[in-house]
């Protein structure tokens, strides 16, 4: 997978396993994981499986989040962008592409979240030409409410997801273009 998306300050492209490192910088921060159940990885191992998850999407599924670059200082942000999600009943949903976003905690409130959040639905519309997006958020999680609406999405209904006992928001967006 080679994916390369510009934005103004951010630039967004596959994960790699250099990424390594800022992935353990942002999973293993309980403020990141706050709305996500409350549960930071403790170890650069289980890093590097949800590393590897992500690029095994890439190669099952020909999708999965982008590593988010900070273009001004070359950092690492966090991910952000699209997945096809085949893992879990979300809401009625077995198959479906979602969108989402993670960021180290030092990179929040500076609105990168929604600007990678517009490249990656822009990708999924004009270059994937799904028909539909959805979301998922905690329904605690305001900073990433706004986002989501910011970037498009409908916010539709608040439900339970059972298998991590969450209470969670539901967002969709239909292709404009189709």
Not at 51 to 57: G, K, M, W, Y
Not at 63 to 73: C, D, L, M, N, T
Not at 84 to 92: A, D, V
């Amino acid at each position: 997978m080679n994916i390369n998306i510009e934005t103004e300050r951010l630039l967004l492209r596959e994960l790699r396993s250099s990424d390594l490192e800022g992935m353990f910088e942002l999973d293993s921060n309980p403020n990141v994981h706050k709305y996500l159940g409350n549960k930071p990885i403790k170890t650069k191992a289980e890093s590097k499986i949800i590393l590897d998850s992500v690029l095994q999407q890439y190669q099952n599924r020909g999708i999965g989040r982008f590593a988010v670059i900070e273009k001004a200082s070359g950092d690492f942000v966090g991910w952000s962008g699209i997945r096809l999600n085949t893992e879990y009943n979300m809401n009625g949903f077995t198959k479906y592409y979602d969108i989402g976003y993670r960021l180290i905690e030092r990179f929040w409130n500076k609105g990168y979240a929604t600007e990678s959040g517009k490249a990656s639905l822009d990708y999924a519309f004009n270059t994937m030409k799904l028909s539909e997006i959805f979301a998922t958020t905690e329904v605690n999680n305001q900073a990433s409410h706004n986002a989501l609406l910011k970037i498009g999405l409908n916010y539709i209904e608040d439900f339970y997801f059972k298998q991590e006992q969450l209470n969670l928001r539901w967002y969709a967006l239909k292709n404009p273009n189709l």
